[in-house]
């Protein structure tokens, strides 16, 4: 049961923590080269036209940077926390999994030594077929906790890593597109501040 429950727990995220689920690299350099350049529209139809994680995030960030009252970096980076949120679905599960697994095997382990002695005791005496068969039934049950146990603690290790790989990413495009989005507005300020100044008159 649990050798198919954690099965069907590894490809269900194997399948979800795919890089091209999670963000395209095509489209945050073209949502990062429309905000510098101050096209906030533009950047939000960019994004929502994705249909990765950080895609979907952007677009709603950038639409409630539209309507006013929030920081870019603050819509974006909220939007970015909630969206990442269910990719963190099941890892505890495979966690336990593998927590629980050995147990279950140490369970069986027991169980198998008690059936030993039980029928030591009974016989008065150390019949080998008697002997072996609760032995088997320990080292069986060790060994398919083990096998259960393993693979659980490797991937959930390898799932919790890819997915704080994919929020660096993500947070690092964020950082980029402040700074390009700041240094817009501060050119443009500057322009304007420029143009608004009157040329002296000749003497």
Sequence with gaps: LCSLIIITLICERWKALRPNNISDPDMVSRVIDLVSQLKIEKAKEEAEKSRTVVGRAWGQALHEFMLGGVKLSDALTNSTLLAFKPLKR??????????????????????????????????????????????????????????????????????????????????????????????????????????????????
Excluded at 90 to 96: D, F, M, P, R, V
Excluded at 121 to 136: D, Q, S, V
Excluded at 139 to 153: D, M, Q, R, S, W
Aim: charge should be negative; glycine fraction near 12%.
């Design 90 to 203: 099941y890892l505890q599960a495979i966690s336990t999994l593998g927590v629980v697994s050995p147990l279950f095997g140490l369970l069986g382990t027991v169980v198998g030594m008690i059936i030993t002695f039980s029928q030591i005791a009974a016989t008065g005496g150390a019949e080998k077929e008697k002997l072996a068969y609760g032995i088997a039934i320990a080292l069986f049950t060790t060994a398919g906790g083990l096998i259960v146990a393993i693979p659980a603690i490797v991937f959930g290790r390898f799932f919790s890593s890819k997915l704080l790989g994919h929020a660096e990413e993500a947070e690092a495009a964020i950082n980029r597109i402040n700074y390009r989005h700041s240094h817009a507005l501060a050119e443009e300020n500057n322009g304007a501040g420029d143009s608004s100044e009157e040329p002296e008159k000749p003497e």
